[in-house]
Nanobody, 117 residues
Framework: QVQLVESGGGLVQPGGSLRLSCAAS????????MGWYRQAPGKERELVATITDGGSTNYAGSVKGRFTISRDNAKNTVYLQMNSLKPEDTAVYYCNAYGPLGRYNYWGQGTQVTVSS
């Protein structure tokens, strides 16, 4: 059973920071591209950031320069450091593990991030 367990969401004021973590099953983590997606109420799920097994990263334009994705292969964990948060960043954030050649595509349960004063 593959598990992705997210943590680190919460309520933060505009301009604040949060760090999300996603712990994945060891047997898939090192070979997976990992990603963070988000879904705001009434909107489609959208890509936030991805990182390949080799460490290459990709960001949505709306978060570039404010968010940083990283991975710790020793801990089977991917992180999303979110700085300069804005109210429009409010959403449920989901962790994703994508296998080589699309062999699998797993999702976490989601963690709520609310940016509000």
């Amino acid at each position: 059973q593959v598990q992705l367990v997210e943590s680190g969401g919460g309520l933060v004021q505009p301009g604040g920071s949060l760090r999300l973590s996603c712990a994945a099953s060891a047997r898939i983590f090192s070979i997976s591209a990992m990603g963070w997606y988000r879904q705001a109420p009434g909107k489609e799920r959208e890509l936030v950031a991805t990182i390949t097994d080799g460490g290459s990263t990709n960001y949505a334009g709306s978060v570039k320069g404010r968010f940083t994705i990283s991975r710790d292969n020793a801990k089977n964990t991917v992180y999303l450091q979110m700085n300069s948060l804005k109210p429009e960043d409010t959403a449920v954030y989901y962790c994703n593990a994508y296998g080589p050649l699309g062999r699998y595509n797993y999702w976490g349960q989601g963690t709520q991030v609310t940016v509000s004063s």
